[in-house]
């Protein structure tokens, strides 16, 4: 595969990210004055139900590692959910996490906290043009399976359109409050959230398996995203549609995909292969770690020969 530069050695200001980052963040201010009770529950609410099912479930699970399958018209109902989130063209978010596990930690890792820092992993790395986004030739080659689908390239083209669109009817319902905290606040929280799974959990934490990055488990994030702050099982078995492994590491994603399972929507859920405590066991650095065709690898199954034992939530 050709190396791809890294964003650390090319230094050019993505403007556009950053006028839209400031933006939310000056908006999300703003929202302040405008607080009250129904439109601090509007923003729960919205964040509590985009957050877990467009992003973590969708955005996630299903597109980036394909760790379960669900219908088409159900697949693009639930990327359309995912698109509230205002995180940016689809397409290019699950290229940049393809990538992200690709290269975990490496210098072309998008987001390294081992070399850029924590505020790097966690933001600036927005603020700066990355060689493979510019290029829409490269990023296509991470996201063959997506970019097949024209919905996903409008969806892409035009993802603020889609972020700002329950604008009206929230209006409509309470105003500006309502509009201020259910668009501006909360898209300003989520980004957060999914920021610090990029960033705290490839920093602070602890750790069940002996990864070759540096990703570890945070209760917090995983409580604040849903399940991803068990992030380092999720670099051990990446297309486990279960973050979660020990049993008090609640997944509420995982519970969202048991669900739709249930309910006969989602098919081929990809189950832990094994889940062993590293400081419990002898771990072989010489490991190799493979791949499918999505990018993700598989660290617990080829411990499994080495380590009998497993300890499966
Ligand atoms: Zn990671
Ligand atoms: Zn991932």
């Known amino acids: 595969m050709k190396n791809i530069n890294t964003p650390v050695n090319n230094l050019r200001l993505h403007w556009g990210n950053i006028f839209g980052i400031v933006m939310i963040h000056i908006l999300a201010l703003a929202a302040i004055p405008f607080f009250n009770w129904h439109a601090l529950i509007v923003c729960g609410v919205l964040f509590f139900i985009i957050s877990p099912v467009g992003v973590t ?7 980036s590692h394909r760790s379960f399958k669900v219908p088409q018209w159900l697949e693009y109902t639930l990327v359309t959910f995912g698109a509230f989130s205002g995180q940016g063209p689809v397409l290019i978010w699950v290229a940049e996490h393809r990538l992200h596990h690709r290269f975990s930690d490496t210098r072309n890792d998008p987001h390294s906290a081992r070399h850029g820092g924590f505020w790097w992993s966690h933001v600036t790395h927005l603020f700066y043009h990355k060689d493979f986004e510019d290029n829409e030739k490269e990023w296509s080659r991470y996201i063959p399976d997506l970019t097949c689908h024209k919905y996903y390239h409008v969806l892409s ?24 905290w259910g668009i501006f606040m909360r898209i300003a929280l989520m980004l957060h959230v999914t920021w610090f799974v990029n960033s705290a959990t490839h920093r602070f934490g ?12 945070v209760w917090w994030v995983a409580l604040l995203a849903a399940g ?26 995982w519970q969202l995909i048991k669900g739709l399972e249930a309910l006969g929507l989602a098919t081929d859920v990809k189950r832990p292969v094994a889940v062993y405590k590293v400081q419990e066991c002898e771990i072989d650095n010489s490991i190799e770690v493979k791949e499918d065709e999505f990018g993700n690898d598989f660290i617990g199954k080829h411990q499994e020969e080495y380590l009998p034992e497993a300890i499966i939530a």
């Not at 479930?57 to 597109?63: A, F, K, W």
């Not at 083209?157 to 201020?180: H, Q």
């Open 206 to 217: 602890y750790r069940n398996f002996d990864t070759k990055d540096d990703s570890s488990n």
């Open 228 to 253: 991803e702050g068990w992030h380092n099982n999720h670099h051990a078995q990446s297309n486990c549609a279960a973050h979660g492994r020990m049993w008090w590491e609640f997944d509420l994603t």
């Open 157 to 180: 083209k035009y993802n603020f359109l889609v972020a700002f669109s329950l604008a009206p009817i929230l209006y409509f319902m309470g105003g500006m409050p309502f509009v201020m």
């Open 57 to 63: 479930l969708t955005y996630h699970r299903l597109l």
